[in-house]
């Protein structure tokens, strides 16, 4: 289901040479409105690699602890990228006919930030021979590698339900899915999905050589793959 854009931009750097993004997804929890997406066939479901800028909300009055918000999942419970009710970042992955996850990545940071926008890559390669290469998250440009969680996926682990043909979601996980809730509050922009290929954050934005702050960068370049993009429109 489609949501309103709003004009939110995450960077006036144009004069920079940087990315000027004006145009944002509005979530608000208290309504549940949400993208959803089903593919005709499977991508490549060893090797993808999801981007997406994100800005939490207190729309609709709700505050933090407000419980789990789910920015981006396949057709089962526990295969997803979330906000945690603890307020940390977690990305799960479910093999198909399971309800429960077989590999965890859990931040030891919080998310409690509602200011400002941060960029978020969700990068996996599960035939990586380095474990802890397998599945690798980035926030603004930096590796995370302190984990509170860290549950890494076999060795060509083939079968989680995210780039598969089943349904996807954006801002909530729904009855489809296993159980209906996880309703995301707040915006995301430039939001890619990469098919085939693990990707670091340096394909998505790139560090303003003034300000020293990671900024959006043109993605227009990058082969996509035929499984799944969802991407915010130009204006």
Same mark, same amino acid.
């Given at each position: 289901?489609?949501?309103?854009?709003?004009?939110?931009?995450?960077?006036?750097?144009?004069?920079?040479?940087?990315? /000027?993004?004006?145009?944002?997804?509005?979530?608000? $929890?208290?309504?549940?409105?949400?993208?959803?997406?089903?593919?005709?066939?499977?991508?490549?479901?060893?090797? #993808? @690699?999801?981007?997406?800028?994100?800005?939490?909300?207190?729309?609709?009055?709700?505050?933090?602890?407000? +419980? /789990?918000?789910?920015?981006?999942?396949?057709?089962?419970?526990?295969?997803?990228?979330?906000?945690?009710?603890? /307020?940390?970042?977690? #990305?799960?992955?479910?093999?198909?006919?399971?309800?429960?996850? =077989?590999?965890?990545?859990?931040?030891?940071?919080?998310?409690?930030?509602?200011?400002?926008?941060?960029?978020?890559?969700?990068?996996?390669?599960?035939?990586?021979?380095?474990?802890?290469?397998?599945?690798?998250? !980035?926030?603004?440009?930096?590796? /995370?590698? $302190?984990?509170?969680?860290? =549950?890494?996926?076999?060795?060509?682990?083939?079968?989680?339900?995210?780039?598969?043909? +089943?349904?996807?979601?954006?801002?909530?996980?729904?009855?489809?899915?296993?159980?209906?809730?996880?309703?995301?509050?707040?915006?995301?922009?430039?939001?890619?999905?990469?098919?085939?290929?693990? !990707?670091?954050?340096? !394909?998505?934005?790139?560090?303003?050589?003034?300000?020293?702050? #990671?900024?959006?960068?043109? @993605?227009? +370049?990058?082969?996509?793959?035929?499984?799944?993009?969802?991407?915010?429109?130009?204006?």
């Amino acid at each position: 289901m489609g949501r309103p854009f709003n004009i939110h931009p995450i960077t006036d750097d144009s004069a920079l040479g940087g990315k /000027e993004i004006e145009r944002s997804l509005v979530f608000d $929890a208290s309504d549940g409105l949400h993208l959803t997406r089903t593919p005709s066939s499977a991508g490549n479901q060893k090797k #993808w @690699t999801f981007s997406c800028w994100i800005k939490r909300s207190e729309l609709g009055g709700s505050s933090f602890n407000a +419980g /789990e918000m789910r920015i981006f999942g396949g057709d089962a419970n526990a295969s997803h990228i979330f906000i945690s009710s603890g /307020e940390t970042l977690r #990305w799960d992955l479910s093999p198909e006919g399971s309800s429960s996850a =077989s590999a965890t990545l859990t931040t030891n940071r919080l998310m409690r930030d509602h200011i400002n926008w941060f960029h978020l890559v969700c990068a996996l390669d599960t035939d990586e021979s380095t474990a802890d290469n397998r599945m690798r998250m !980035y926030i603004n440009g930096v590796e /995370e590698t $302190a984990f509170n969680t860290r =549950s890494n996926p076999s060795q060509g682990f083939s079968t989680n339900r995210m780039n598969n043909n +089943g349904l996807h979601t954006l801002g909530r996980r729904t009855s489809a899915q296993g159980s209906d809730g996880m309703k995301f509050d707040g915006y995301m922009a430039e939001i890619n999905f990469i098919d085939g290929q693990q !990707y670091d954050p340096s !394909y998505f934005g790139e560090t303003n050589s003034v300000t020293g702050q #990671w900024i959006p960068k043109d @993605t227009s +370049g990058l082969t996509f793959g035929t499984c799944l993009l969802y991407t915010s429109p130009s204006p």
